[in-house]
Every structure is written in structure tokens, then in C-alpha cells.
């Protein structure tokens, strides 16, 4: 399949759809195949789910430009949308779906509330240690590790990065 064909069978379906660009010998692949099957299933009607093997399709990946796997395509009226690379939880791929069912702009929740805390906590401790010893380079490792743990919610990044 090329990108034509792709775009083209993508704009024949009503609905939102999500692809799944996945391998048999992708480890992570096999982790989150289920969890998007059982999604597909849950939101049956309203979104539409393709699971395309990434090496019986190497033309459309190339096409696409899709370096890695597992990757996801959300798409509307037969246009990509947003891209996620890497594997997700469970909660996020939910909210893929409940984006593309709502017509709203696709957020993905990036990190559950345990993680947030845990960098939080992590850069807040590391920081502290740097400058209790004068130290500015743990100083500067815990701001960017605590960083990573709100850069998600912060509007100056999303405004950077786009």
C-alpha cells in the first residue's frame, strides 16, 4: 500500500480512525496491542481502528516517514492529525479515542500522577542537595528533572515546542 491508496481508503471511513503501525517482533508492539484492541471495541461506531503490520507495509512507512514502532496515526476526514511514537498506558490511549470521539484537539495524558510526582519530588530533592552543597550543576539537573514533570501542563513549552 502507498500513501495515495492510504489516504484514500482513510477518507472513505465516516468515522475518526486510529492506526496502529505494529510488528511481530516488536516487544512493545505486543504490549500494546491488546489495550488498543479492547479500545476499539469499547468505542466501536465511533472510531474506526486499523492494525497495519509495519513489515508488510515498508512502502507506506517510508511514505509516512515512521522511523519506529509501535507508532499510532490519529486521523480525521483522512488526515493525520497527531502521531505518537513508543508505547503508552492504558489512559492515554483511552484519551486518544475520547479525542477523536469528541472532535476535541488530541491531548494525550503524558505521564500518570505517580510519575508527575515522582520527577517532582526527584528534581525537588536533587536541587535542594545542590544547594545546601553549592553544587550548581545539581541544581540544574533536578530544575530539569522537576521540569519534566510539569512540561506537559506548561504553556510557554507548548507554545516552543509548537
Same mark, same amino acid.
Given at each position: 500500500m502507498n500513501l495515495d491508496t492510504f489516504q484514500e481508503q482513510l477518507r472513505s471511513y465516516?468515522?475518526?480512525?486510529?492506526?496502529?503501525?505494529?510488528?511481530?517482533?516488536?516487544?512493545?508492539?505486543?504490549?500494546?496491542?491488546?489495550?488498543?484492541?479492547?479500545?476499539?471495541?469499547?468505542?466501536?461506531?465511533?472510531?474506526?481502528f486499523w492494525a497495519l503490520n509495519a513489515d508488510e507495509h515498508t512502502q507506506l512507512?517510508?511514505?509516512?516517514?515512521?522511523?519506529?514502532?509501535?507508532?499510532?496515526? *490519529?486521523?480525521r476526514n483522512g488526515e493525520i492529525v497527531k502521531t505518537y511514537t513508543g508505547s503508552r498506558s492504558r489512559e492515554a490511549y483511552r484519551s486518544?479515542?475520547?479525542?477523536?470521539?469528541?472532535?476535541?484537539?488530541?491531548?494525550?495524558?503524558?505521564?500518570?500522577?505517580f510519575?508527575?510526582?515522582?520527577?517532582?519530588?526527584?528534581?525537588?530533592?536533587?536541587?535542594?542537595?545542590?544547594? *545546601?552543597?553549592?553544587?550548581?550543576?545539581l541544581i540544574l539537573i533536578g530544575g530539569v528533572i522537576a521540569f519534566l514533570g510539569i512540561y506537559d501542563r506548561c504553556p510557554i513549552w507548548r507554545m516552543i515546542t509548537g
Open positions: 465516516p468515522n475518526p480512525v486510529i492506526v496502529d503501525l505494529w510488528a511481530p517482533r516488536c516487544g512493545p508492539c505486543w504490549m500494546t496491542k491488546p489495550i488498543l484492541e479492547a479500545l476499539a471495541r469499547e468505542y466501536e461506531g465511533r472510531i474506526d512507512l517510508r511514505e509516512l516517514k515512521v522511523f519506529s514502532i509501535p507508532t499510532v496515526l *490519529m486521523t486518544m479515542f475520547e479525542a477523536l470521539t469528541r472532535a476535541r484537539p488530541v491531548t494525550v495524558i503524558s505521564m500518570s500522577m510519575e508527575r510526582f515522582l520527577r517532582l519530588f526527584a528534581g525537588g530533592v536533587i536541587a535542594a542537595t545542590g544547594l *545546601m552543597t553549592s553544587t550548581w550543576s
